[in-house]
């Protein structure tokens, strides 16, 4: 079983629409959550960070952490055509070292 | 944020050949540096833990004696990979910095091994 499981997609909506992107995981002992945005060929950088439960807004992203179901989601509002990109989930238990879901690929259609 | 590079950034090289990845921090000392790969339409996946001036510590799985790494200063980690084979052929991105929100990634490197 992998540490963290990601549906891939492809998720393809037209602009405006609310996204939600899940992932769940097996090591209850993980503290952070994150989630990244990845284009092509180019680094993971940093969308939203979550330590421990709850939620955490930043403007359009939502970010929610429930320890008990071992589930994480992203939600973008009023979703961009610059959005589209491959977001992916990162956890772990040290804040440094990070386990990352496999990234699902996101088309905002204008 | 802070900056963390890597060079080069795309590498093409023959079967048997050793390539060197460069991951430097601009702007910030870093004491621990981590490696990664990712397959096409995979996750990222940790490779190593690069901690400067001693050994490096390695997943499971992952051949110390293939990747070699360096951190040789607080501010370059370097990953060869020796003789390097088409199944080696991946996206290497290193990271550094702090704890989670302040761990930063470096744009990657494209091996592709012929």
């Known amino acids: ?110 | 944020g802070a900056v963390v590079s890597q060079h080069p950034s795309w590498v093409i090289c023959k079967s048997g050949t050793s390539v060197k990845i460069e991951c430097r921090s601009l702007d910030f000392q870093a004491t621990t540096m981590f490696w990664y790969r990712q397959f096409p339409k995979q996750s990222l996946m940790l490779m190593a833990t690069s901690n400067e001036g001693s050994k490096a510590t390695y997943e499971q799985g992952v051949e110390k004696d293939k990747f070699l790494i360096n951190h040789a200063s607080l501010t370059l980690s370097t990953l060869t990979v020796t003789s390097a084979h088409p199944e080696d052929s991946s996206f290497y991105i290193c990271s550094g910095g702090g704890a989670a929100d302040t761990q930063y990634f470096g744009p990657g490197t494209r091996l592709t091994v012929l």
């Open chain 1, 1 to 110: 079983q992998k540490e963290v499981e990601q549906d891939p997609g492809p998720l393809s909506v037209p602009e405006g629409a609310i996204v939600s992107l899940n992932c769940t995981y097996s090591n209850s002992a993980f503290q952070y959550f994150m989630w990244y945005r990845q284009y092509s060929r180019k680094g993971p950088e940093l969308l939203m960070y979550t330590y421990s439960s709850g939620n955490k807004e930043d403007g359009r992203f939502t970010a929610q952490v429930d320890k008990s179901s071992k589930y994480i989601s992203l939600f973008i509002r009023d979703s961009q055509p610059s959005d589209s990109a491959t977001y992916l989930c990162a956890m772990s238990l040290t804040g440094n070292q990070f386990y990352f879901g496999t990234g699902t690929s996101l088309t905002v259609i204008p």
